[in-house]
């Protein structure tokens, strides 16, 4: 029986103290019994100390190895097997929770995943790491990603349980990406309108802010000189989801000082101005990437990660510059709501669901300034970074591989030579879409995700056993973590061929390679999959269609300058040169991970103007 403090379930210290007196009270109830029935009420208090210490560790030896037991003994029952297991050295297999935390250091993105899979052998797809004798399972499998994303949707959760819900707290909160169930199923609701085709579709917010893009890109061309292009695209991805989502131009990123070649610094996850040059934005945006940055870790040090951050939490500073910065708005559009009431006026009289903007439709059903705070960080983190990821590492792509960069402009100055592309233009695209997808494929925005399981489950993999049948794996525990990584199952060789880890976006529009994805569709989840399914999907693909067509309109060659223009930490190590990942050997910027995908330091390219346009 596992117990909770109502209390702990929002505060990281005292959940910390609810697993301690989990994890002792059992032991010291065995222990005073054991005083009890060998009726030592008179002996020193030296033996009951020696009897409560033995006690420790012989009730965990039996209950550890009684589950373990019933575990194997179900699993058998059911003509399955339990999820292998890695074998370390250490006890609890501590050895390798740090090996892998060292791999992640200096490594390629997810590295440390992989490595844990090389470790059991090439045939592996999901394992259990058993860190602590406890459950922890990790997946490349597309088949059980289908499993917990669609057929078996019910027996899994986003944040079901209190560790995971209380990791993610201090980011996400209350909103949307949090949340389960009902909760869940009403946000979704409250959100879904906002992303309808109609909507979605609409290029007036993309173009006022897309114009803006190529304005400081010509400037930069006509300087010769490069830019960040992640930046610039999550200052545009971010303009534009304020103002088409919430209503609002008030950040208006794209007016702010930009971080210059030779002279940016190292940000929480890409470049950044001199500290000396900081503003509003600059401290709102590293706020947001440094809270990102500093949560990341949690995942990998358990349920025990609010021992590192006991005595002050790494999200208090970043959280009071996002609050500072976001309050406002939340309180404004209240503020305008408790007016229309004063005055009689109800919101569904003064617009239907397909007028005003979502932060006002979010402030009309609730009164709750940090739900309305906390569902607007949610969105604007799920519109700002993965459009931007796309964008960042598409343009990156084009200019390593120069012959895909002219095929794709070909195209888009066949059918759409200038002005702003309508839905119907960028639907002609084809070579475009095979770009997005394949950018979405090597890279996803969202790496690594996790659900957890809700009661025992069967775990349907695409293994086959040697009668043929399909392998099943048995999970025997309620809230059984399940990490599964898009990155690692997107690039698998089985799934990809021998150029999985290639940028080849012809893949798409070849006949025999587009009938294996349409027939196994989930070796391609970029967005998810299933009822949880991102509701931008569309708007992200519209977006960076847009982007790519304005500016491939204007200019007509690339080159990456990392090396020469980025600040001092943005390239890859020299080891990774020699690495066995193809992808990671030639890699020319450093792809990580804090929640979505990154290149720390940037992506630092310069343009050149089209001679003919």
Known sequence: MYYIIPSARTNPQLYVINLFLNFFGPPIGLGTLISQRLKLHNVSWLYHVIIYLFSVPLYWTVKVQYDYFMAKREASRLGVELVPEIKGRWPGNLDVLFEAAKAREKSYSLTDMTYLFDRVGDNVDTLNLRVLWQD???????????????????????????????????????????????????????????????????????????????????????????????????????????????????????????????????????????????????????????????????????????????????????????????????????????????????????????????????AESTEDVKLVQDELVNILLASRDTTAALLSFLFYLLALHPDKLEKLRAEILANVPSGTPTYEDVRRLKYLRACLNETLRIFPPVPQNIRLTSSPVLIHTAKSNPDGSPKQFYIPSAHTPIRYSLLLMQTRKDLWGDDATEFRPERWLEKESLAEITADPFRFIPFNAGPRICLGQNFAYNEASYVTVRILQSFGSFELRQREDGPAGCLPPPHWQKATNKRQSVEQVWPATALTIYSQGGIWISMKMATTA
């Open 136 to 362: 922890h399972i990790i997946t490349r499998d597309h088949l059980v990603m289908k499993q917990m994303l669609t057929t078996g949707f019910e027996g899994f959760t986003r944040a079901g349980s209190v560790p995971g819900r209380l990791r993610l707290y201090d980011l996400f909160g209350d909103g949307i990406l949090n949340v389960d169930g009902a909760e869940w199923k009403a946000h979704r609701a409250l959100t879904r309108p906002f992303f309808a085709r109609e909507r979605v579709t609409d290029h007036e917010y993309f173009e006022k802010y897309g114009n803006k893009v190529i304005d400081i890109l010509r400037i930069r061309a006509e300087d010769n000189e490069s830019v960040d292009l992640q930046d610039l695209f999550s200052r545009f991805t971010l303009d534009a989801a304020g103002e088409f989502l919430f209503g609002v131009s008030d950040f208006n990123t794209l007016e702010a000082p930009l971080p210059r070649p030779g002279k940016a610094v190292l940000g929480p996850k890409g470049s950044s101005v001199p500290e000396a040059e900081h503003n509003t934005y600059s401290n709102f945006v590293d706020a947001f990437e440094w809270l990102q940055v500093a949560i990341t870790p949690r995942a990998s040090r358990g349920p025990l990660w609010p021992l590192w951050e006991w005595s002050k939490s790494l999200a208090d500073e970043p959280n009071a510059v996002i609050t500072a910065w976001v309050r406002p708005l939340v309180e404004r559009t209240l503020e305008a709501k408790k007016a229309r009431q004063k005055a009689g006026d109800s919101y569904d009289k003064k617009m239907g669901m397909n007028e005003g903007s979502l932060l006002e439709h979010i």
